[in-house]
């Protein structure tokens, strides 16, 4: 079965700061993975995904992210971040129709 | 277009009561599914269907039911409610098997006493 572990419950920010979020998978097969965000009281949305190609995806909001098949990782970043930011972030993976998310990140972006 | 909608918002349950959480979409996707969400623990997958007349279970699916009898509904069915099913429930439909974006509604948070 395929798992995702995020290794941050918190990160607290500064804004027009970076931020990364960190990210790891466990797979034998191939991998399809995901970032959504959840603003407060609301449901997810994707910011954006991997499935195959180029390992430095872009998304929504200026967020990106790199695939690295060798460390298993898939790794969110924003080179400068602002209040609005502040939300709850999943790492997900795919397989055989379910998906799998980790715990997620919590990200507080201060003034 | 409404997208994904949940009724009801919220929910107060006794222990062993029954009831159903409605899920609808109006985008014309083959995939939904249902997850709980728990504080430290992510989104778990209870149950999914790929098409009318077709689910699956997921990672939780003890103490639910769900069928899929038309494109656009997929209920979920508390048969008899525990306070361990507190949670906040989130339907999410898709175009095609889920490697796709998946659109998620706003929730139900359900609490059981």
């Known amino acids: 079965a395929q798992s995702v572990t995020q290794l941050d419950s918190q990160v607290p920010v500064f804004e027009e700061a970076p931020v990364e979020l960190r990210c790891n998978y466990s797979s034998s097969v191939s991998v399809y993975l995901f970032w959504y965000v959840q603003y407060p009281n609301q449901g997810l949305q994707l910011l954006l995904k991997y499935l195959s190609g180029s390992t430095l995806v872009k998304g929504i909001n200026g967020f990106e992210a790199e695939f690295n098949k060798s460390q298993t990782s898939f790794h969110l970043r924003k080179p400068s971040v602002h209040i609005s930011d502040t939300a709850e972030y999943f790492c997900a993976v795919i397989n055989d129709y379910k998906l799998s998310f980790g715990a997620g990140t919590t990200v507080t972006v201060r003034a | 277009n409404a997208g994904v909608t949940q009724t009801p918002k919220f929910q107060v349950l006794k222990t062993g009561q029954s009831m159903t959480l409605q899920c609808a979409q109006d985008m014309n996707h083959e995939y939904m599914s249902w997850y709980r969400q728990d504080p430290g623990m992510g989104l778990r997958l209870i149950h999914y269907?790929?098409?009318?007349?077709?689910?699956d279970q997921g990672e939780v699916p003890n103490g639910y039911n769900v069928s899929r009898s038309t494109t656009e509904d997929f209920p979920l069915r508390l048969l008899s409610a525990a306070p361990s099913q507190t949670s906040v429930y989130f339907c999410?439909?898709?175009?095609?098997?889920?490697?796709?974006?998946?659109?998620f509604g706003p929730g139900t948070r359900l609490t059981v006493l």
């Open positions: 999410a439909t898709s175009a095609g098997t889920g490697f796709n974006e998946q659109f």
């Open positions: 269907s790929v098409g009318a007349g077709i689910t």
